[in-house]
T-cell receptor, first 116, second 114 residues
Framework: ETGVTQTPRHLVMGMTNKKSLKCEQH?????MYWYKQSAKKPLELMFV?????RVENNSVPSRFSPECPNSSHLFLHLHTLQPEDSALYLC??????WGAGSYEQYFGPGTRLTVT | AQSVSQHNHHVILSEAASLELGCNYS??????LFWYVQYPGQHLQLLLK??????LVKGIKGFEAEFIKSKFSFNLRKPSVQWSDTAEYFC????????????FGSGTRLLVRP
């Protein structure tokens, strides 16, 4: 595998379920990101990790819980979601979060989440 | 608040037509500017980027963009589009001092008719 991979590609869950999204980057990068892409809205940055430390939580509700066990893996744990949380969730990585190497973010294919 | 605006939500062109997609940003400081493209069923990928220097930036697949500081603009151009350019195009910006915070525009869907 190369680049940034995400699993699952599609997920349907009820509002009382607990599920997790997984992201893996094979680029040797030190920063990873979660974005939300809703229909007709700009991509929204949710979380940023740099060297496994969370450096940004962009006012995301607590029903979304990120985890970064190492610099190659990023998870998004989901629980008691709402129908308005249905969206495409994108993972990205970059060499660094700041300075040279931070500028280009590489994106995964996304997980299409539907909350019923 | 910092924002990126893309004025054209949908653009339809015939092959060989010229393309210009508008992008304006509202930042007071020094910015990094990007155009990303998402082909149907594929990942978001970087088309081109501007950090400093020559305001005319050339990217992949014949695309270019011009940074005009006085107009807070970073418009994307291609002199002659192909059917394979059908995709969604996103403009994005980040401030130099918080470079990981990419702010995206809402995107422009381009349909190129053969």
């Amino acid at each position: 595998e190369t680049g940034v991979t995400q699993t699952p590609r599609h997920l349907v869950m009820g509002m009382t379920n607990k599920k997790s999204l997984k992201c893996e980057q094979h680029l040797g990068h030190n920063a990873m990101y979660w974005y939300k892409q809703s229909a007709k809205k700009p991509l929204e940055l949710m979380f940023v990790y740099s060297l496994e430390e969370r450096v940004e939580n962009n006012s995301v509700p607590s029903r979304f819980s990120p985890e970064c066990p190492n610099s190659s893996h990023l998870f998004l744990h989901l629980h008691t979601l709402q129908p308005e949380d249905s969206a495409l969730y994108l993972c990205a990585s970059s060499e660094h979060a700041w300075g040279a190497g931070s500028y280009e973010q590489y994106f995964g294919p996304g997980t299409r989440l539907t909350v019923t | 608040a910092q924002s990126v605006s893309q004025h054209n939500h949908h653009v339809i062109l015939s092959e060989a037509a010229s393309l210009e997609l508008g992008c304006n940003y509202s930042y007071g400081g020094t910015v990094n500017l990007f155009w990303y493209v998402q082909y149907p069923g594929q990942h978001l990928q970087l088309l081109l980027k501007y950090f400093s220097g020559d305001p005319l930036v050339k990217g992949i697949k014949g695309f270019e963009a011009e940074f005009i500081k006085s107009k807070f603009s970073f418009n994307l151009r291609k002199p002659s589009v192909q059917w394979s350019d059908t995709a969604e195009y996103f403009c994005a910006a980040s401030l130099m001092d918080s470079s990981y915070k990419l702010i995206f525009g809402s995107g422009t869907r381009l349909l190129v008719r053969p």
